[in-house]
């Protein structure tokens, strides 16, 4: 029960945003984010924004509004 709650919470600590979201995120709170990895957009795709993967800090959450 313990490894199910404990890869639940690894989980939670990671996100998959946009770029606008990321930077208001890196405006507000800076000091929340371990890592962070850009993603490009997927090959044939007319989108020019990608996404990025952040990683935040135990104890930290990000909200999304």
Same mark, same amino acid.
């Given at each position: 029960m313990y490894n199910i709650l404990n890869n639940f919470l690894k989980l939670t600590d990671e996100r998959l945003? +946009?770029?606008?979201?990321?930077i208001k995120l890196v405006e507000k709170? $800076? +000091?929340?984010?371990? +890592?962070? #990895?850009?993603i490009p957009p997927t090959l044939g795709s007319n989108s020019l924004s990608g996404r990025v993967r952040v990683k935040? #800090?135990?104890?930290? $959450?990000?909200?999304? #509004?």
């Open positions: 945003m +946009s770029g606008q979201a990321f709170d $800076r +000091s929340s984010i371990e +890592s962070a #990895k850009f935040l #800090k135990p104890g930290h $959450r990000y909200a999304t #509004k």
